[in-house]
């Protein structure tokens, strides 16, 4: 079993910054990519950014140039800038078991954080 601890969530005005974190702890020998996903009620739950074990990192075009995602080890971030009230959402961390972040999707993942929330304000 994986648990996935997130913090950060909150509220923030337009324009604003926030970062979101996400601990992985117990068989971390079986995560490859780590990322972000995000959901708003009554839509399907969407991939934000990934992330392989080289670092090398992919993100969704609507957050490119906005979202910087890293990771150590298991320890994964999410730094938010220039938010946008169409950022607000629910964001859950996820890993899945492959290496490569080309397989980052929904039905590959294996684990998820609880979710945490972020409201952006206009």
């Known amino acids: 079993q994986v648990q996935l601890a997130e913090s950060g969530g909150g509220s923030v005005q337009s324009g604003g910054s926030l970062r979101l974190s996400c601990a992985a702890s117990?068989?971390?020998?079986?995560?490859?990519?780590m990322g972000w996903f995000r959901q708003v009620p009554g839509k399907e739950r969407e991939v934000v950014a990934s992330?392989?074990?080289?670092?090398n990192s992919r993100y969704t075009d609507s957050v490119k140039g906005r979202f910087t995602i890293s990771r150590d080890a298991y320890n994964l971030s999410l730094q938010m800038g220039s938010l946008k009230p169409e950022d607000t959402s629910t964001y859950y961390c996820?890993?899945?078991?492959?290496?490569?972040?080309?397989?980052?999707?929904?039905?590959?993942?294996?684990?998820w954080g609880q979710g945490t929330p972020v409201t952006v304000s206009s």
């Open positions: 992330i392989e074990r080289n670092g």
């Open positions: 996820a890993v899945t078991g492959y290496v490569d972040c080309r397989n980052f999707k929904r039905h590959n993942v294996i684990y």
């Open positions: 117990g068989y971390t020998g079986v995560i490859g990519c």
